[in-house]
């Protein structure tokens, strides 16, 4: 299973930003799909998780500015992110609960994809 994600780049403060990250490969299906975030000389942090359902869970930071939607039937999941602050910069990973057709769930991490929010 392999995860691509793209979308990062360089915005102002106050811009936005629309990441997507797919999932190709061996796949019998998805459970939970999300967005972590590691900026410079800190720890990875959640940013956003959606479940199959479409229940979804977001950090506290976050304060509404960001939605995170996934499409099933493309193994795709986005992260809209608005109101953009300086602080939002880091390195953006997806993160895909992958089930296998005999039981259990493997994660996967995407590559990641910068985003850097300054003036």
């Known amino acids: 299973v392999q995860l691509q994600a793209s979308g990062g780049g360089l915005v102002q403060p106050g811009g936005s930003l629309k990441l997507s990250c797919a999932a190709s490969?061996?796949?019998?299906?998805?459970?939970?799909m999300g967005w972590y975030r590691q900026a410079p000389g800190k720890e990875r942090e959640l940013v956003a998780t959606v479940t199959s359902y479409g229940r979804t869970n977001y950090a506290d930071f976050v304060e509404g500015r960001f939605i995170i939607s996934r499409n099933n039937a493309k193994n795709t999941v986005f992260l809209q992110m608005t109101s953009l602050k300086p602080e939002d910069t880091a390195v953006y990973y997806c993160?895909?609960?992958?089930?296998?057709?005999?039981?259990?769930?493997?994660?996967?991490w995407g590559q990641g994809t910068q985003v850097t929010v300054s003036s």
């Open positions: 490969g061996s796949i019998f299906s998805i459970n939970d």
């Open positions: 993160n895909v609960g992958v089930v296998r057709a005999l039981g259990g769930v493997i994660r996967y």
